[in-house]
Nanobody, 127 residues
Framework: QVQLVESGGGLVQAGDSLRLSCVASGRTFSRSVMGWFRQAPGKDREFVAAIYWSGTSTDYADSVKGRFTISRDNAKSTVYLEMISLKPEDTAVYYC????????????????????WGQGTQVTVSS
């Protein structure tokens, strides 16, 4: 069993920065692909970023590329999402997710890949 707990969300102005953290319990974190997704009101949950278990590969949605950075610290069982130049359209609940089965990096953008999810943290960007 894996538990994921996100933190770091908040209310910021356009152009500001935030860093989200997701702390995982369980021994499988260091071998898990980790992802960040977000869900805005009335919209589907969408892929934001993913990082390979070793940290050697990352992937980003086009909408956040160049502004968001995903990283991980396996010693701390934590994955981060550094967000800069935030825009009002980044407003959403952000979810951390883990693929503990390490199915395939090729599927990293699919919600169905991930078998554990956090409770989410709200990010609100005002204009």
């Amino acid at each position: 069993q894996v538990q994921l707990v996100e933190s770091g969300g908040g209310l910021v102005q356009a152009g500001d920065s935030l860093r989200l953290s997701c702390v995982a319990s369980g021994r499988t974190f260091s071998r898990s692909v980790m992802g960040w997704f977000r869900q805005a009101p009335g919209k589907d949950r969408e892929f934001v970023a993913a990082i390979y278990w070793s940290g050697t590969s990352t992937d980003y949605a086009d909408s956040v590329k160049g502004r968001f950075t995903i990283s991980r610290d396996n010693a701390k069982s934590t994955v981060y999402l550094e967000m800069i130049s935030l825009k009002p359209e980044d407003t959403a609940v952000y979810y951390c997710a883990a693929d503990t089965d390490n199915v395939s990096w090729l599927l990293r953008r699919r919600r169905s890949l991930y078998d554990y999810w956090g409770q989410g943290t709200q990010v609100t960007v005002s204009s």
